[in-house]
């Protein structure tokens, strides 16, 4: 397998080389230079096989030897052992639950993929590992949780103060061990600036071995693609054809994944971009105009990404050509006061309790369905985190009827270990370097 960057495409770099970079030193983002299409008996019987089965031929036909396969077997099998099922709603649409993994979101394919492959790819000896990552949320808690005790590495943590919700706060902050927390006085795209930085920093990068686990890091995405094939699996089990995917996005690395897996063949019918009050790329793809802006605070706090890392990923993919992108996606923005009633409507109509950004995923699927009355496709939402970790978002029966898992009563009552700095790139690279 050999990746390109998005502002280089003559570069060569292998996978082990693109992992541990994270980010080409010209600044764009490492992207396969083929992305092979799946085997058609595979995708059209693809109903006869488990997550697992899947996860191991998509990363197989993407990573092209890069990884042999007993030993890629045995990374999918410790790292995805946990379910993706697709839900039918009363209201006939689905819902693809992405949030029952260890960290209870959907970073945890990503995270513990990641994780198992960069423990894999290091050597006996070789300098420490330092993994920098920015969090709006929910990446966070499911890479402390990825790389809690891995040997070798070393994991620091931005986080926007007072802007992640308490159960995400105790689960960046309380690990310990070789998992550290910083709260900085400021946005995540002031987070994401520091980490990005940090990679072009020489007194930095020769101290230190620097990679990062935020979605720039392409080992990130690859395992966001087996959650789709894995719905069209479940899809095909109930008989459907066809396919809508409405995706929560903040950093766009969710969306952009399951756009890699258009590229290798799930035939997907539209992608629904739907975001909230950050609406950059919706903007754009309506008016042309990019214009990256402050990001906001909204109650989807995980997506509140001004400057979404991926989306260069996505032009890329369609040779920076907006028509061609606007066949396969729509952009749709909803407001809090949207996304709370959301909330309501999916509890009257389901008993079902959608956290705040699944809740945004409905609503485009019900923005589509009002725009193209008698869709036949299914039509699926992603459910990217479980609603326990927003408590202050539901009120009265809905409130009640959220179950807390074990792993969040367990956090209760752990201190919080965490360095506050402001949003300034010197005062960042003096905490590292002092410690
Ligand atoms: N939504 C994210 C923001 C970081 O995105 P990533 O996919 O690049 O890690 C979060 O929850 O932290």
Known sequence: MKLYSTNNPILEVDFKEAVFNSLPQDKGLYMPHAIPRLDDVFISNIGQYTLPEIAFMVARNVLQGAIPDF?????????????????????????????????LAFKDFGARFMSR???????EGEKELHVLVATSGDTGGAVALGFLGVAGTKVTILYPKGKVSPVQELQLTTNGHNIHAIEVDGTFDDCQALVKQAFTDATLNEKFRLTSANSINISRLIPQTFYYFNAWSQLRRLGKTEVIFSVPSGNFGNIGAGLLAWKMGLPVKQFIAATNANDTVPVFLESGVYQAKPSVQTWSNAMDVGNPSNWVRIMNLFNNDRDALKDLVTGYKFGDDETVSAIEQIFAANNYVACPH?????????????????????MVFLSTAHPCKFPDVFKGEIASAVEIPEQVKELEGKPKQAISLPADFEAFKRYLLEN
Do not use: C
């Open 71 to 103: 030993d890629l077997h045995t990374i999918i099998n410790d790292a995805i052992n946990f379910p993706a099922p697709v839900v039918a709603l009363e209201d006939g649409s689905y819902v693809l639950e992405l949030f029952h993994g260890p960290s």
């Open 117 to 123: 492959v960069m423990s894999y790819f290091l050597e």
């Open 358 to 378: 699944t809740a945004i995923a409905w609503l485009g699927v019900q923005r589509w369905k009002e725009t193209y009355a008698g869709e036949n496709a299914a």
